[in-house]
């Protein structure tokens, strides 16, 4: 068979068995190597029958993973607003992408610890000078019956870090967020900055995606109630095929009104275009 036609007819061999869920979604193929005793052919050819499936959405390389079943060509999507809610069953807060009710979990162990923050621009937002010693949260979290959904990493402004429970793990999400309310920063206000960039590979390994795949970016800035300064920064790490982001739009003063009379005429002028 034409070496062409081989790496295609493998690839079509594997896509089979994947459809047959003799593979589950997030589970690892066997490895090139076996693959290729397993199909009488050199390395290079599964790896070119992997590369076919992996453009087709059924595969894809993660590194320090291998190749990775995908949960379907496209992946359950979160829609992500902007609503914060109160959790109902815990103190503190679930915000867009989360409901308040539903369970996540912790993809790796959480991390609380004292930290420089060497990141200009989240110092900046935070209002600290860069490499000032902060109070770092770090996540990995997501819904139980999911793949890890997101990166969280918060930080936490000196003159609130000493808080009792801010850097604990508490039963419910964003309970440290009621703390802080509690201690006098009642209510918290939040804005987020959205943007589109490539993962590292220690981000892509955590959401087990591979590096080619765009992640969205979303850093929260939380300012305090009481005297208005930021109190916390979080960023938001998320596969971008995991999520749509879902924004109602507002009207500027200057069409709070409706159209005035002659507006009608300005159309006759122009010629009644639609």
């Known amino acids: 068979m034409a070496m062409h036609s081989r790496y295609l007819d493998i690839a079509a061999k594997i896509r089979d068995r ?7 979604p997030g589970t690892k193929l066997p490895r090139l190597d076996d693959l290729a005793a397993e199909y009488g052919a050199n390395r290079d050819t599964i790896g ?6 992996e453009t087709e959405g059924y595969v894809w390389a993660i590194q320090g993973r291998g190749i990775i079943v995908r949960h379907g060509t496209i992946r359950p999507r979160r829609p ?16 867009p992408s989360a409901s308040s009710q539903e369970v996540w979990t912790h993809h790796v162990q959480p991390v609380a610890a004292i930290e420089p923050l060497n990141d200009p621009r989240i110092a900046k937002l935070l209002g600290v000078a860069p490499g000032t010693p902060v109070m770092r949260r770090f996540r990995v979290t997501g819904p139980k019956s999911e ?9 936490i402004h000196p003159r ?5 429970g801010v850097a604990s793990q508490a039963p419910g999400p964003g309970d440290w967020l009621y703390r802080l309310e509690k201690a006098g920063h009642w209510p918290i206000s939040w804005m987020e900055i959205h943007r589109a960039r490539m993962p590292t ?20 800035v939380g300012n305090s109630g009481g005297d208005g300064k930021p109190v916390e920064v979080t960023e938001y790490v998320v596969a971008s095929d995991r ?28 010629g009644g275009g639609a």
Do not use: C, M
Request: charge should be negative.
């Open 18 to 24: 994947i459809e047959a869920n003799e593979w589950a």
């Open 48 to 53: 070119r029958a992997i590369g076919a499936l």
């Open 80 to 95: 992500r607003g902007n609503l914060v809610k109160r959790n109902a069953t815990a103190p503190g807060y679930s915000f």
């Open 147 to 155: 793949p890890p959904f997101q990166i969280n990493i918060s930080w």
């Open 160 to 164: 609130v870090a000493d808080v009792p």
């Open 201 to 220: 590979k220690a981000e892509a390994s955590l959401l087990e995606i591979p590096t080619s795949l765009p992640v969205l970016e979303i850093v929260r």
């Open 243 to 270: 999520v749509e982001t879902v924004h109602v739009l507002h009207r500027d003063e200057s069409a709070q009104t409706p159209w005035p009379e002659d507006a009608q005429g300005h159309d006759e002028e122009l």
